[in-house]
């Protein structure tokens, strides 16, 4: 268990739909990060934040946005979902000063979109 | 830019058997290098890491891995695997000034009783 939760677990949801994707990082961790998984393009990084703050944005669709709360849980706002948007989303979360380059991810939240 | 080659999509090796999974990366300056392991279901979890220093590292589950910089490499190995390690590994670089990990495409070790 590396400490990082996401819920919900598993999504399925319509076409022109919008679901937001909840993570908890690690206790002391201030930087999440967002991946997602697809057979396609496979692990690719599409956002991080940093106590509150954007920090890096990767490949990172219009639709989709994220943010970072004082409590420092992060939403995955996926909005307009189109059949491509099925994938698994994974959370990380990194900050521990003496092990700030790791980063620990979350169990995932498969989406599908019908 | 970084990227990060895994060769072989698919291993199969006998229980028991030793273990070798390839990993290429190519990035400019010292990269810190991880592998990550993928069961089926199942989030990503650290196997080991490489920032600097000694370029053999230890992980868990038995692993290790060498960094070698003359030939960009990171490949993991174990000298004898279970059925347990059936499951998908990834190799990653970290950049020294983005945060995001990089990933290969995946090795998926199928393991034969």
């Known amino acids: 268990d590396s400490g990082v939760t996401q819920t919900p677990k598993h999504l399925i949801t319509a076409t022109g739909q919008r679901v937001t994707l909840r993570c908890s990082p690690r206790s002391g961790d201030l930087s999440v990060y967002w991946y997602q998984q697809s057979l396609d393009q496979g692990l690719q990084f599409l956002i991080q934040?940093?106590?509150?703050?954007?920090?890096a944005k990767g490949n990172i669709l219009e639709r989709f946005s994220a943010q970072q709360f004082p409590d420092l849980h992060s939403e995955l706002n996926l909005s307009s979902l189109e059949l491509g948007d099925s994938a698994l989303y994974f959370c990380?979360?990194?900050?521990?000063?003496?092990?700030?380059?790791?980063?620990?991810f979350g169990p995932g939240t498969r989406l599908l979109v019908l | 830019a970084q990227s990060v080659t895994q060769p072989d999509i698919h291993i199969t090796v006998s229980e028991g058997a030793s273990l070798e999974l390839r990993c290429n990366y190519s990035?400019?300056?010292?990269?810190?290098l991880f592998w990550y392991v993928q069961s089926p279901g199942q989030g990503l979890q650290l196997l080991l890491k490489?920032?600097?220093?000694?370029?053999l590292v230890q992980g868990i589950k038995g692993f290790e891995a060498e960094f070698k910089r003359s030939q960009s490499s990171f490949n993991l190995r174990k000298p004898s695997v279970h059925w347990s390690d059936a499951a998908e590994y990834f190799c990653?670089?970290?950049?020294?000034?983005?945060?995001?990990?990089?990933f290969g495409t995946g090795t998926r070790l199928q393991v034969t009783l």
């Open positions: 990035y400019g300056a010292t990269p810190y």
């Open positions: 934040y940093y106590n509150g703050e954007e920090r």
């Open positions: 990380a979360s990194s900050g521990r000063l003496a092990d700030q380059e790791t980063q620990y």
């Open positions: 490489y920032f600097s220093g000694d370029t």
């Open positions: 990653a670089v970290l950049t020294g000034t983005a945060s995001k990990l990089t």
